[in-house]
């Protein structure tokens, strides 16, 4: 971590020291990564707001968990980042949701236990103290889990475990709290309810929050701040002003729309895989025709690479249609 | 020094025939120094994946002594200060390289074997110490390293009591627990050279062939049997203790006469059996 990094820009210094509540709690500043000659991240300049829930958003390859790597000091990197403690100190307690825990279903290692593990100072072969205990049950209850502390950790479903990960890092009671595509790879509603179940502990606790996440629907429910991720910066902003389907189109490549009055002309996508049909991304025996002209021309309609199903007519949009029925 | 008699004593007065000979309280009190400590460390080496660490360990043991030889230094100092080296080297292979841990093992493994045979090959009269590498002899133990086990007795026991929620923390997932707080290099370190130590005295004990299993087979039993994380320090324990005593007194018995080091190891070897046939049942049970 770059802690004893040279005197803080002064705008900066401003930002971070002010007591409003919009001052952010983690400032990037021309954070750069490489690996070798590739660059994993390059010139990254974003800010987290204090107390809100910030979500990482960007393909696989993106440099999202690298950034929350580097936040955590687990990685070299090159620029700056600014983050200070509520009462002044250096940086922020920090709390870390990983994705998994490296072990394996025989493992003897009860929930309770587990979340006792870096706060009892007493070793678990001399047992749990009653405290630990309660308070092992306590955090449960916080993540409605609360009867599961007796249970194997092998025993868990993959939603409960995530929740358990959760609950041992609100343990530390954490001013940020960093989760690392946390709820991936858990159903539909494991993944809602633990979704719930952060939002409810952050407005409780009024930590910061800084996710990664594939789940675009759940981050524009939850979110407060959304950070576009592509080796830099993409957008940054509200989930409304930067989960568009311009925005994601570009940064993902496929469309996806999650406002549909954000959903403008006609979509030039395939409508069996989703494919994006665009002036680029041509079926490759109609190449360099524009949409219209291959309609006058009177020619069938091409096929979609992807999965060869005919692409659709360029109908005029719906909402257009809709307008000239009423005239 | 300190006197061991009045411990000597106690140990005589176990209803056993075979414990009479000093050298045979002596065996018997090294290995029940000997055996709680791989056993419990051995619940880490199986956390943490390590089994074949502590095989490469073990098997510099030889390349320790080759080289006592080849320096003139007394092979019982040189032996224990290599594998600390060796075990401090693949530490730091392991968490600074991209290798997989298994390769990084395996490289440095195959260099200090053949570093050691090298050596050998050129000396004469090393085959005696090659034997004992190989099968060990816990009958010929030395009061001094009887209290050298002690003071790493103690060690350990220090290391366990402050270390092993953080040493599982670290096991679970090193990034979540250092940003908890844990400091992951200083533990994965300390943990590199007091499993040396121990593996390094294992051989002295049971041999090169068998030391893993001496760390390993009590950790496996008390994985199955245990249903906390706490239970298996304990099960492990018993596991161990027990394995050494009834080894020891066992190899001692006329009608077997074995190699002692084997023979510890097969009694954990049947705990080992034992707790799969508990699981399976237990399983069944609960189906």
């Known amino acids: 971590m770059n802690r004893s ?68 000091g687990e990685i070299p990197y090159t620029g700056r980042i600014f983050a200070q403690g509520r009462d002044g100190s250096a940086w922020p307690r920090l709390g870390y949701v990983p994705q998994q825990l490296q072990i394996d279903s025989g493992l003897p290692l009860l929930v309770s236990e587990f979340l006792s593990l870096e706060h009892q100072r007493r070793p678990l072969w001399l047992g749990l103290k009653a405290g630990a205990r309660a308070r092992a049950r306590r955090l449960l209850d916080l993540v409605r889990i609360g009867h599961l502390q007796n249970r194997r950790m092998g025993d868990l479903s993959g939603g409960e475990l995530r929740r358990v990960l959760l609950a041992a890092a609100l343990g530390h009671e954490p001013e940020l709290l960093v989760l690392d595509e946390a709820e991936a790879g858990v159903d539909f509603q494991g993944e809602r309810l633990f979704w719930e179940v952060l939002d409810a502990a952050r407005r409780h606790y009024g ?17 407060t701040h959304v950070i576009c991720l592509n080796k830099s910066v993409r957008a940054a902003g509200s989930p409304r002003d930067t989960l568009t389907a311009a925005n994601l189109l570009d940064i993902f490549g496929v ?43 009177g020619l069938t309609p091409p096929r979609c690479r992807e999965c060869s199903l005919h692409m659709p007519e360029a109908a005029p949009p719906e909402n257009i249609a809709r307008e000239k029925k009423h005239a | 020094m300190p006197d061991l008699s009045p411990l000597y004593a106690l140990l005589g007065l176990l209803p056993l025939d075979c414990l009479q000979p000093r050298f045979m309280q002596q065996a018997l009190l090294a290995l ?64 600074k390289s991209n ?16 570093f050691g045979l090298a050596v050998v090959s050129r000396a004469s009269g090393v085959a005696r110490d090659m034997q004992q590498f190989l099968y060990g002899d816990i009958l010929t133990i030395s009061e001094g390293e ?63 062939l068998l030391v893993t299993a001496m760390l390993i087979v009590p950790a496996a039993t008390a994985r199955n049997l245990a249903r906390t994380a706490g239970g298996m320090f304990w099960w492990a324990l018993l596991a161990g203790v027990s394995s050494g005593f009834a080894g020891l007194a066992l190899s001692a018995q006329d009608w077997l006469a074995t190699a002692s080091g084997a023979t510890v190891i097969l009694v954990s070897c049947c705990w080992f059996a034992a707790s799969c046939v508990w699981t399976a049942l237990r399983g069944r049970r609960r189906a």
């Open chain 1, 207 to 223: 930590f910061t929050q800084l996710m990664v996440s594939h789940n675009l629907p759940l981050a524009a429910h939850y979110a």
């Open chain 1, 5 to 72: 990094c040279p005197p803080i820009a002064k705008s900066l210094s401003v930002i971070l020291t002010s007591t409003e509540h919009a001052a952010p709690a983690i400032v990037f500043e021309g954070l750069s990564v490489r690996r070798g000659h590739t660059a994993i991240l390059a010139d990254v300049c974003a800010t987290v707001p204090r107390g809100g829930s910030t979500v990482l958003v960007g393909p696989n390859g993106a440099g999202k968990t690298t950034l929350l790597l580097c936040l955590i």
């Open chain 1, 255 to 297: 469309p996806i729309h999650l406002y549909p009055d954000q959903c403008g002309g006609a979509d030039p996508a395939c409508p069996q895989c989703g494919a994006w049909y665009g002036p680029e991304h041509l079926p490759a025996d109609q190449p360099a025709s524009p949409i219209p002209a291959r309609q006058r021309d």
């Open chain 2, 99 to 114: 290798l997989s841990a298994d390769t990084a093992i395996g490289i440095v493994f195959s260099a200090v074997v053949a």
């Open chain 2, 146 to 208: 009887i209290v050298f086990l002690g003071l790493l007795f103690l060690l350990t026991l220090i290391f366990q009591a402050v270390g092993y929620n953080r040493l599982l923390s670290i096991a679970l997932n090193p990034v979540m627990a250092r940003v908890h707080g844990v400091r992951v290099a200083l533990w994965q370190y300390l943990f590199a050279i007091l499993l040396a130590l121990v593996v390094m005295f294992s051989v002295w004990a049971v041999g090169v």
């Open chain 2, 32 to 95: 029940l120094l000997l055996t709680p400590m791989a056993a419990v460390l051995g619940v880490q080496v199986i956390n943490f994946r390590m089994a074949f660490f502590s095989d490469a360990i073990g098997h510099s043991a030889f390349a320790g002594v080759a080289l006592g030889l080849m320096l003139s230094v007394d092979p019982r100092l040189s032996m224990p200060l290599f594998g600390v080296l060796v075990g401090l080297a693949v530490m730091t292979v392991r968490r």
